[in-house]
């Protein structure tokens, strides 16, 4: 598989576009006025402890407290004097602890934290204080597991270590002295830590993670990416220094994008990014996606739209879902949604259909990056699964909520607000002596009041026995009006 990165670098934002075989997988945004916090560590403060949700609020300097779950409180500090458990025996008010931000601050929630540290580098992650080696998921050789973590062990032994280190897919193909210097930093790192949280106050950042290039470049960059294409000269240059200092082997594939045409012009990228923004998805058999996005999950409806097959009902359908599979693993890794997700795939009656759409939705979110678990199709139909969400998802990076509607995401009709318009009319002309009232509305209210509506404005007119002027008020949303009595 043909990969690349192309990376568009304003003063503004940094922009990150990983293409595969010509088409847009994954963007990642990251603006200077508000970079993402997961993996920066703080020295927090309790400033609340919750013991009916077995949580606390912890102030780390932001204008929201952060979220701790008692779940999320390393082991060793689960002890104290009495030997038992719970928030309220862990916690404190004022109580000064070291911890880490799991998940940015979505919507009107805080960061949420865990005092499970881990520091990620190249080919490990160091988990302070733990002891353990652990091996990821994706190294599947029967072999390869029980090399690296035996030579981790070893490393971490003959160092006097007394850390724990998570062996990183990328560690697959490491050799000892990469191991070994990976090893050495993240130990140096560590004790940085340990100082900056001696001598810092509560609410004070003690380490942030990188900047999004070269995270990006640490935590996605493999064998299959060929090319890093940059459009800034200055980033390119410091990127390539970079990488030859701790990723050697990628800097020969970093190169300056010095075109005229802009980076995200090559594959379309722009387009793309318009296309994930909008509620419907379409297939190229003809039907479509709906993504329906709100706080606690996210609902993907499957329609076969135009589709409508060559042979009979079951096969369309399972084309469908074959194709919406594909499509809704690419949509989630584009739109970077997660948490709670719930498919509502076209009924099928074939057992076998189902397993086959099932299948091939968990081998298109194989080169996710983001863990996901997929349930069964369920007694209604719908298929449930969860996406690890850490970072905002890319509406929320890049919208707001319509002030129309307040993202309800629909306004009023025009016909329901003349109604609401015409009982407001009623009750100025009772509270007020009026010699005449001005209508201020939206031009489509207006327009429905001088048109359809006009009779029935004539009516109340000469019920009330008082003039009615209408003006149109174009800085008015559908919904807004204003009965004056003048």
Known sequence: MSAEL????????????????????????????????????YKGRVSRVLPGMEAAFIDIGLDRAAFLHASDIAPSRHEDATGKEGIANLLYEGKELLVQVVKDPLGTKGARLTTHLSIPSRFLVLVPNSGIVGVSSRIEGEDDRPRLKGLVEQLAEEMGSPHGFIIRTAAEAAGTDSLRRDMEFLNKLWLCIRENHEKSPAGSVIYSDLPLIQRTMRDMVDEDIEKIRIDSRETAQRMISFAQSYIPGLA??????????PIFDIYSVEDEIEKALERKVQLKSGGYLIFDQTESMTTIDVNTGGFVGHRNLEETIFKTNLEAAQGIARQLRLRNLGG???????DMGQNEHKEQVLSALEKALERDYAKSHICDVSALGLVEMTRKRTRESLEHILCEPCSACSGKGYVKSAETVCYELFREIMREARQFDARELLVLAAQGVVDLLVDEESASLAELQEFIQIPIRIQVESMYSQ???DVVPL
Do not use: C, W
């Not at 003063?11 to 603006?31: C, D, F, H, K, Y």
């Not at 020969?252 to 045409?261: L, N, T, V």
């Open 6 to 41: 192309l990376i568009n670098v304003t003063p503004m934002e940094t922009r990150v576009a990983l293409v595969e075989n010509g088409v847009l997988q994954e963007i990642s945004i990251e603006r200077t006025g508000r970079k993402g916090l997961v993996g920066n560590i």
């Open 252 to 261: 020969s594939r970093i190169e300056h994008y010095p075109g005229e045409r």
């Open 340 to 346: 709670i997700i719930i498919i509502d795939f076209i």
């Open 479 to 481: 919904e807004q009006f």
